[in-house]
């Protein structure tokens, strides 16, 4: 059975502060790994994808992605009250299988 | 260029009807997947298709439910005799490759309230 462990959270943080989200997996055989939001009542969108061990950087935003610990991460840098959401991973092994989701929340 | 087309938005059924829900994939893809989400919870893998073939269905309930993609028309996702449990919003996907990337793209999903 494969499985996905988000924290769900919530997550609060000031505005401009860094927002680390986590997700642990059980599926050896998963080579890629992708970070959706989802804000509320919408439906997920694709925000990173990450392949390879180490780190890939987008704008605010950085995947981590470690496959010996089966572990993957998303840092947002510099957060904004836009950012509030909840960030879904999936890596995929097969079919997409998706975490519960780590819901965010940005002060002003 | 339209994205993933579902209708209806929103659905209400009374206990024991039938629910159709109905998605289009994007121009050009032609896989589809269909997600279910109750509230407050993530996304729960239900079937995967492509064009006259169900790939997937691992996930979906062993009853009442089912889920075509014709040759011609929107994929369908069926449900009979619906209870309470079924209200969920029900996202679908597409995929152009052969295989599941990650890449999917979602509709804006149907809400199903079962009275």
């Known amino acids: 059975q494969k499985e996905v462990e988000q924290n769900s959270g919530p997550l609060s943080v000031p505005e401009g502060a860094i927002a680390s989200l986590n997700c642990t997996y059980s599926d050896r055989g998963s080579q890629s790994f992708f970070w959706y939001r989802q804000y509320s009542g919408k439906s997920p969108e694709l925000i990173m994808s990450?392949?390879?061990?180490g780190d890939k950087e987008d704008g605010r935003f950085t995947a981590q992605l470690n496959k010996a610990s089966q572990y993957v991460s998303l840092l947002i840098r510099d957060s904004q009250p836009s950012d509030s959401a909840t960030y879904l991973c999936a890596p995929n092994g097969g079919n997409l299988i998706f975490g519960k989701g780590t819901k965010l929340s940005v002060k002003p | 260029n339209a994205g993933v087309m579902q209708n209806p938005r929103h659905l209400v059924r009374r206990r024991g009807q039938e629910a159709r829900l109905r998605c289009s994939p994007m121009k050009g893809h032609s896989h589809v997947y269909w997600y279910r989400q109750l509230p407050e919870e993530g996304l729960k893998f239900m079937v995967y298709l492509q064009k006259e073939n169900i790939i997937d269905e691992s996930g979906m309930p062993k009853e009442r439910f089912s889920a075509e993609f014709p040759k011609e028309g929107p994929s369908i996702l069926r449900i009979q005799q619906v209870v309470r449990g079924d209200s969920a919003a029900y996202f679908c996907?597409?995929?152009?490759?052969?295989?599941?990337?990650?890449?999917?793209?979602f509709g804006e999903g149907s809400r199903l309230t079962v009275l």
């Open positions: 996907a597409s995929s152009p490759r052969d295989s599941p990337t990650g890449e999917l793209f």
């Open positions: 990450i392949y390879s061990n």
